[in-house]
């Protein structure tokens, strides 16, 4: 079945590095994306990795992507303050309907503390 | 529209009451969707719509919910008798076509007390 895993909460002092971790199940997945959800606010797309990607960077931001474990994380270099949000891990089923059904995880809390 | 416009975009209506949400999409987009969020979980798939075609209502909890969209643009997601498992953050978004980029409003929170 369509499932994806991430921890509910992470604490991190300002200027250290964040390490979101999340996982998935559906292989087919093509996409694997990273949202923001800041508070009062919609979700915004932060960055996604396409599946026969290792790695992708985008400034402050890494994702990972270890396809045989089905294993997806977010680093957050130089976190700040402006960091904090609830971060959403989802997949993309290929087999979901012919379009790009997201699977969302719960969500992970970021906190950044001085 | 500059981007997704959901309204309102906070509602309190009573238990049993029929509610109605709305939602903008960005213009030209042919893709719609409608997500929930409830408080400590994930967000859930309601409803998808494209062009014209038949919309994917495999994700809606209950024949309580429907949801229509007009002209290929405006959409509204219904609930009738609402219920106080009902209450929850109503998302939805929109995209240039089925595998592009969504991109969300800013949610309705639905309250039934």
């Known amino acids: 079945g369509e499932d994806v895993e991430q921890s509910l909460f992470l604490s991190v002092r300002e200027g250290d590095s964040s390490v979101i971790n999340c996982t998935y199940t559906?292989?087919?997945?093509?996409?694997l994306y990273w949202y923001k959800q800041e508070p009062g606010a919609g979700l915004q797309l932060l960055t996604y990795i396409f599946s026969n990607m290792d790695m992708k960077q985008d400034q402050r931001l890494t994702v990972l992507l270890n396809k045989k474990d089905k294993h997806l994380s977010l680093r957050i270099a130089d976190t700040q303050t402006g960091d904090s949000a609830i971060y959403f891990c989802?997949?993309?089923?290929?087999?979901?309907?012919?379009?790009?059904?997201?699977?969302f995880g719960a969500g992970t809390r970021l906190a950044v503390h001085p | 529209g500059a981007g997704v416009s959901q309204s309102p975009s906070n509602k309190v209506t009573e238990k049993g009451k029929d509610v109605e949400l709305r939602c903008d999409p960005i213009?030209?987009?042919?893709?719609l969707y409608w997500y929930r969020q409830s408080l400590g979980q994930g967000l859930e798939f309601l409803i998808y719509?494209?062009?014209?075609?038949?919309?994917?209502k495999s994700g809606l909890p209950s024949d309580r919910f429907s949801a229509e969209r007009t002209g290929g643009s405006v959409s509204t997601l219904t609930i009738q008798r609402t219920q106080q498992e009902d209450s929850a953050v109503y998302l939805c978004?929109?995209?240039?076509?089925?595998?592009?980029?969504?991109?969300f409003g800013q949610g309705t929170r639905l309250t039934v007390v």
């Open positions: 978004a929109s995209s240039l076509g089925p595998w592009r980029e969504a991109f």
């Open positions: 989802a997949e993309s089923p290929l087999f979901s309907g012919g379009y790009n059904k997201l699977i």
């Open positions: 213009s030209g987009h042919t893709a």
């Open positions: 719509f494209q062009g014209n075609s038949a919309p994917d």
């Open positions: 559906d292989s087919s997945s093509t996409y």
